[in-house]
């Protein structure tokens, strides 16, 4: 069998694009080796259909990290035989791209963001660092996929490379799943759910906004699930708003579990704001998350979350951005019962919105290397 690494920077656990690429290598007959890290807080790792490898780093952050992990990952691949590298986000590329060289292997490179237009770069020395490797790097590689047509045109027009779409969409269509009880996460019976999910619930996501939201929403309660550099922020402002009954905080869920969560909800929410490239072009994976699981979006104006919701009627698109609209969305959608009246929309884009019909595109790609 052919044997192909597939490298991520994260710990692996929650990251769901990353396993449907491994599992969508595995069907096409690739032997499967997926390389990441360990943190002291990871969550121990579920059983998987193919083989993986958690490295411990001795920097969490930085660019003692940064370096640290391409280090690594530069000597294990050279250690390691492969017949095909896929590197997924510039922060893992130099290392592959490397390898790749040096050992004449084919690589694959996936964009899960617009990766020099992250916030936390803006302004930045590091911001410049990562400009001057993507490009030297990117303009040389002949195989790349991102996660929006939008963040596609970008690199193609700034490298003059060809960017293939492959959204991160969810697999096997919509879930029949039993919504989590309310009574398992300390929720009144006479409560509406709200919920806003995400591993990366970061500043300028919305977090801040939907807590203050929650003073002028009665008779609800907002679950935030997952995790991110924010959170810290968020619990104290619940607090010193005194809005602990309001809002409930859950840690993250693997895919399986999150889905319980988001079946008792009434409303989604997708809430970044249009501060950066990389936001304005993203399709958030809680976007499909919360259409596969019936639950309708409420979502700010941002072109790609805001084509897929009205091309299918699967919520409302925020005409501006500010606490008092997100409020309003919130009421308007209990008020007129939209869970119930999305229900056929919602089902179709389910049905639609699926990684088995999104993956062909990857698997043109890999059969090359077959």
Not at 42 to 58: G, H, I, N, T, V
Not at 192 to 207: H, P, Y
Not at 335 to 361: F, I, M, S
Request: proline residues 5%; positive net charge.
């Amino acid at each position: 069998m052919k044997r192909a690494i597939v490298s991520v920077i994260n710990d692996l656990v929650t990251d769901q694009r990353v396993h449907k690429v491994c599992m969508t290598l595995g069907g096409l007959g690739f032997e499967v080796l997926l390389v990441g890290r360990e943190l002291p807080e990871s969550p121990p790792m579920d059983e998987r259909p193919y083989a993986w490898k958690r490295m411990k780093l001795l920097f969490a952050k930085g660019p003692l990290f940064y370096a640290t992990y391409n280090i690594r990952i530069f000597i294990f691949l050279l250690l390691h035989k492969s017949d095909l590298l896929i590197s997924n986000d510039l922060d893992t590329l130099p290392a592959n791209f490397a390898v790749s060289r040096l050992k004449k292997i084919p690589l694959v490179y996936d964009s899960h963001e617009y990766f020099t237009e992250v916030p936390e770069l803006q302004g930045r020395f590091a911001r410049k660092v990562w400009l001057v490797l993507e490009r030297f790097i990117f303009p040389k590689l002949e195989d790349v996929t991102t996660v929006s047509r939008s963040i596609a045109d970008a690199y193609t027009q700034k490298y003059g490379v060809p960017v293939k779409v492959v959204r991160n969409l969810p697999a096997g269509g919509r879930v029949e799943r039993k919504p989590i009880r309310k009574k398992e996460i300390h929720v009144p019976e006479d409560r509406k759910v709200i919920v806003l999910q995400g591993s990366g619930i970061n500043r300028d996501r919305g977090g801040e906004e939907a807590v203050l939201a929650m003073k002028h929403v009665d008779h609800a309660v907002l679950l935030i699930v997952g995790g991110g550099g924010a959170l810290p922020a968020i619990r104290k402002l619940v607090e010193q708003e005194g809005l602990q009954e309001k809002v409930r905080f859950i840690p993250r869920q693997s895919p399986e579990k999150l889905y319980a969560y988001t079946a008792a909800a009434e409303v989604g929410l997708s809430l970044d704001k249009d501060i950066c490239l990389n936001y304005r072009y993203s399709l958030p994976n809680k976007l499909f998350d919360y259409i596969r699981s019936g639950t309708p979006v409420l979502a700010s104006n941002l072109p790609e979350v805001a084509g897929v919701i009205r091309k299918y009627g699967v919520g409302l698109v925020l005409e501006e951005y500010s606490v008092t609209a997100i409020a309003e969305g919130i009421r308007k959608m209990l008020e007129e019962d939209y869970k119930r009246r999305k229900v056929k929309n919602l089902q179709k884009a389910a049905d639609e919105l699926v990684w088995e019909k999104e993956a062909e595109t990857l698997k043109i790609i890999y059969r090359k290397y077959l």
